[in-house]
């Protein structure tokens, strides 16, 4: 039998003539995505880990950035073999990784193996597993890329949320190693799980009653335009821009997000419960910009949604760094900056799909991808270097640098 365009292929189902649950690859990638979100709460297992072997505080701490940088460069790999053999089985080795590494990490016994079994082997299961449902559904959705693509990585964002209470009851009733072997047993098996849900569409797939735009906007890739491998890619000075922005952007964020309660501490003179606060609001906030901005950049175009999130994210950091904050404006800022950086790593998948095509976008994000990794080595350390203020402030002339950026990039030429 012959697989039609509008053929769907799933569960060793062929179902002819028209698409009935296109959606179930949504729910596949929803909880692989609540399950990789899990990554943010690593701030968790710091003081548990630190008060039970009696470790640096710093070399504790490095174990998010050594994940983060495994996460990003498995990226690339996991991309450029899901474009060739299809997400399902990526995803699934995937899922095995991430759960792999986090079991070992309950074995760990000084910080050099807590980086390479929670650092290396689980990032590269989460990197494996993260970029599958983004690389699927904007296949399945080209007439709404950029609301699935902040639905799905919404939920990544919604994960450090809702795991975090489980993880702090593994904790307290288990300990810490314990903790561990638990959490990984979850995550690997909700990934896994996700992972069979995922089948990329047929060539040339359109939903039932959508027309491609013969004449597209601006931020908009044209269907029969030309598929790029990541070579071709890569000599495009859009290319060039997207990595600038991706690293620009991370590094911004991350200046916050990673020492968010300890801003709280020093600027404010909070609690640590209080501005724990913070990584909650921040969380909530991230996969509301994910969800708000995907949706939002349909309508008023990629590279403008993500002209004004830097504009917001810009004045958030120079509020920050010139203003004396209260506990409320200091929720406030660190919510305006969830909210813009949930924002772009929603719209930088969907920008690549359309800029350079569908065909092996995996490989594409994966590259640029990779920055974030970048930028989460960079920013955690510049931010202390600096000091909190000048740090920010830094981060404030960074956005306004990636705002020029995005008034003056266009999509590549037709």
Do not use: H
């Amino acid at each position: 039998m012959k697989l039609q365009v509008n053929d769907y292929y799933a569960g060793g189902l062929l179902m002819e003539g028209k698409i009935t649950n296109r959606w179930l690859v949504v729910m596949g990638s929803l909880i692989m995505q609540l399950s990789l979100g899990a990554i943010y709460t690593w701030s968790l297992f710091n003081k548990p880990l630190v008060e039970k072997f009696g470790w640096d505080a710093s070399a504790t701490v490095f174990t998010f950035s050594v994940t983060l940088v495994f996460f990003a460069l498995s990226v690339i790999v996991a991309g450029r073999i899901q474009d060739k053999i299809g997400p399902r089985k990526v995803a699934a080795v995937g899922g095995f990784l991430t759960g792999l590494g986090v079991v070992l990490a309950s074995f760990a016994t000084t910080p050099t193996m807590l980086y390479l079994t929670y650092g290396v082997i689980a990032g590269t299961g989460i990197g494996s597993a993260y970029v599958t449902p983004l690389a699927t559904c904007v296949k399945w959705f080209p007439e709404k890329r950029g609301l699935i693509n902040g639905l799905v990585l919404a939920a990544l964002g919604l994960g450090g949320v809702i795991f975090k209470p489980v993880i702090l009851f593994f904790i307290a009733n288990f300990g810490v190693s314990t903790a561990f072997l638990y959490l990984g047993l979850i995550y690997g098996a909700l990934i896994i799980v996700g992972s069979q849900f995922l089948v990329a569409p047929p060539v040339g797939y359109k939903p039932p009653g959508w027309t491609p735009p013969v004449s597209p906007s601006p931020d908009v890739f044209a269907p029969g335009s030309k598929e790029y491998t990541i070579i071709e890619a890569m000599k495009t000075p859009q290319y060039i821009a997207l990595i600038l922005l991706m690293l620009i952007g991370s590094v911004a964020g991350l200046m916050i997000i990673s020492v968010a309660a300890d801003i709280g501490i020093s600027m404010v003179g909070l609690t640590l419960a209080a501005a724990g606060n913070a990584v909650v609001t921040i969380s909530l906030f991230n996969a509301a910009g994910r969800l708000f901005w995907g949706g939002v950049s349909d309508r008023l175009g990629r590279i403008s949604s993500v002209l004004v999130i830097f504009v917001l994210l810009g004045l958030a950091m120079t509020f920050m760094s010139v203003i004396p904050m209260t506990y409320m404006t200091f929720l406030l800022a660190t919510c305006v900056v969830g909210f813009c950086f949930g924002g772009t790593a929603a719209l930088y998948p969907t920008i690549t799909a359309e800029w350079f095509g569908t065909q092996n976008v995996g490989n594409n994000y994966g590259g640029i991808f990779l920055f974030y990794g970048v930028g989460a080595l960079i920013a955690p350390k510049l931010t202390i270097a600096l000091g909190f203020s000048n740090a920010f402030l830094l981060g404030a002339i960074l956005c306004a640098i990636a705002v020029i950026i995005a008034f003056f990039v266009k999509p590549p030429a037709i």
